[in-house]
C-alpha cells in the first residue's frame, strides 16, 4: 500500500517536474498568444460601423472643434449630447468648408442656425 | 419622406462615382453617409448635391464624411481659401507654429496623425502637422 501511495508521489512529481520544464520554454508563446488575444477585439471594433453609427463623445468634439473652426471667427459652435450647434454669422461661399470639416467629426447631427450673408 | 429617398440623388451620385467604403446608415432621424475618395473633385460635387437638396445644410438631418484626404506616401495639394497654411510641432492648433505652406503648394504626406491631422513635407524640406481639410489629394 505504501509502495503504491510513494509511486503515486513520484508520478506526480514527474509530472509536476515535466509541466514547469515545458512552460519555461514557453515565454515567447504566451507573448504570441497574447498577440493573437488582441486581433480579435480589433476585429470586432473594425465591423462595428457596419451595424452602428459612431457618435463622438461630447468631449472629444469639444477638443476637435476649435481647430475646424479656427478660420470662421464669426462662428460658434456648441455641443450637447453629440450634436453640434452653429451660431453668429458666415458667408454663404464659406459654409460648405466650415460644414465639411465639422461632418468630419462624427457629430450625432449639427443645428445650422448661422445667419449667412451675401 | 424616408430620409434615403430625400438624398436619393446624393446616394446615386455617391454610388455611381465609386465612392470606397460607402455607408449609408439612418439612425433617430438623421441620415449617416460615409465614405472615401481620392478626388477631391468626387467630394465637392457630393457636397454641391447636398447643398441643392438641403439648401444652406439647415435641415440637421444629414452628416455627409466623404474623406477625400491625400493618403500617407502621396502628393497633396495645400487648398486653403486664401491664405498660408500653418505647419505645426504637433497635431492641434495649440501647438507651435513651425512653418508655412502656400495655397496651392504641393507638399509630401508622410503619415496620418488622426483622423484631422497629417504629418508633411514641404519640398524646402519643412516638416510638421496640418490640418487634413485643407490638403487635397494631388
Given at each position: 500500500?505504501?509502495?503504491?501511495?510513494?509511486?503515486?508521489?513520484?508520478?506526480?512529481?514527474?509530472?509536476?517536474?515535466?509541466?514547469?520544464?515545458?512552460?519555461?520554454?514557453?515565454?515567447?508563446?504566451?507573448?504570441?498568444?497574447?498577440?493573437?488575444?488582441?486581433?480579435?477585439?480589433?476585429?470586432?471594433?473594425?465591423?462595428?460601423?457596419d451595424?452602428?453609427?459612431?457618435?463622438?463623445?461630447?468631449?472629444s468634439?469639444?477638443?476637435?472643434?476649435?481647430?475646424?473652426?479656427?478660420?470662421?471667427?464669426?462662428?460658434?459652435?456648441?455641443?450637447?449630447?453629440?450634436?453640434?450647434?452653429?451660431?453668429?454669422?458666415?458667408?454663404?461661399?464659406?459654409?460648405?468648408?466650415?460644414?465639411?470639416?465639422?461632418?468630419?467629426?462624427?457629430?450625432?447631427?449639427i443645428?445650422?442656425?448661422?445667419?449667412?450673408?451675401? | 419622406?424616408?430620409?434615403?429617398?430625400?438624398?436619393?440623388?446624393?446616394?446615386?451620385?455617391?454610388t455611381?462615382?465609386?465612392?470606397?467604403?460607402?455607408?449609408?446608415?439612418?439612425?433617430?432621424?438623421?441620415?449617416?453617409?460615409?465614405?472615401?475618395?481620392?478626388?477631391?473633385?468626387?467630394?465637392?460635387?457630393?457636397?454641391?448635391?447636398?447643398?441643392?437638396?438641403?439648401?444652406d445644410?439647415?435641415?440637421?438631418?444629414?452628416?455627409?464624411?466623404?474623406d477625400?484626404?491625400?493618403?500617407?506616401?502621396?502628393?497633396?495639394k495645400?487648398?486653403?481659401?486664401?491664405?498660408n497654411?500653418?505647419?505645426?510641432?504637433?497635431?492641434?492648433?495649440?501647438?507651435?507654429?513651425?512653418?508655412?505652406?502656400?495655397?496651392?503648394?504641393?507638399?509630401?504626406?508622410?503619415?496620418?496623425?488622426?483622423?484631422?491631422?497629417?504629418?508633411?513635407?514641404?519640398?524646402?524640406?519643412?516638416?510638421?502637422?496640418?490640418?487634413?481639410?485643407?490638403?487635397?489629394?494631388?
Open positions: 500500500m505504501k509502495k503504491h501511495i510513494m509511486a503515486g508521489y513520484v508520478l506526480a512529481l514527474g509530472l509536476f517536474v515535466l509541466i514547469l520544464g515545458s512552460c519555461k520554454g514557453k515565454p515567447s508563446q504566451t507573448t504570441t498568444t497574447d498577440t493573437a488575444v488582441v486581433a480579435p477585439a480589433d476585429n470586432t471594433t473594425t465591423k462595428m460601423p451595424t452602428a453609427v459612431v457618435i463622438s463623445a461630447d468631449d468634439l469639444k477638443r476637435m472643434i476649435p481647430d475646424a473652426t479656427k478660420d470662421f471667427p464669426g462662428v460658434t459652435a456648441s455641443v450637447d449630447q453629440g450634436v453640434i450647434t452653429l451660431t453668429g454669422t458666415i458667408n454663404r461661399d464659406r459654409l460648405p468648408k466650415l460644414m465639411m470639416a465639422l461632418n468630419a467629426l462624427h457629430p450625432k447631427k443645428n445650422n442656425n448661422l445667419t449667412i450673408n451675401k | 419622406m424616408a430620409l434615403k429617398d430625400k438624398y436619393k440623388e446624393l446616394i446615386d451620385a455617391a455611381s462615382a465609386g465612392i470606397s467604403d460607402l455607408k449609408v446608415r439612418e439612425q433617430d432621424n438623421v441620415l449617416y453617409i460615409d465614405g472615401s475618395t481620392t478626388d477631391g473633385k468626387v467630394k465637392d460635387d457630393l457636397w454641391n448635391i447636398y447643398n441643392k437638396i438641403d439648401p445644410f439647415r435641415a440637421g438631418d444629414l452628416i455627409l464624411n466623404i477625400a484626404s491625400a493618403a500617407a506616401g502621396t502628393k497633396a495645400v487648398t486653403t481659401q486664401s491664405s497654411l500653418n505647419i505645426r510641432k504637433g497635431p492641434g492648433t495649440d501647438q507651435e507654429i513651425v512653418g508655412k505652406a502656400a495655397q496651392n503648394e504641393i507638399v509630401t504626406v508622410v503619415s496620418k496623425a488622426n483622423e484631422q491631422w497629417s504629418l508633411i513635407r514641404t519640398d524646402s524640406g519643412k516638416e510638421g502637422y496640418v490640418y487634413t481639410q485643407y490638403l487635397t489629394q494631388a
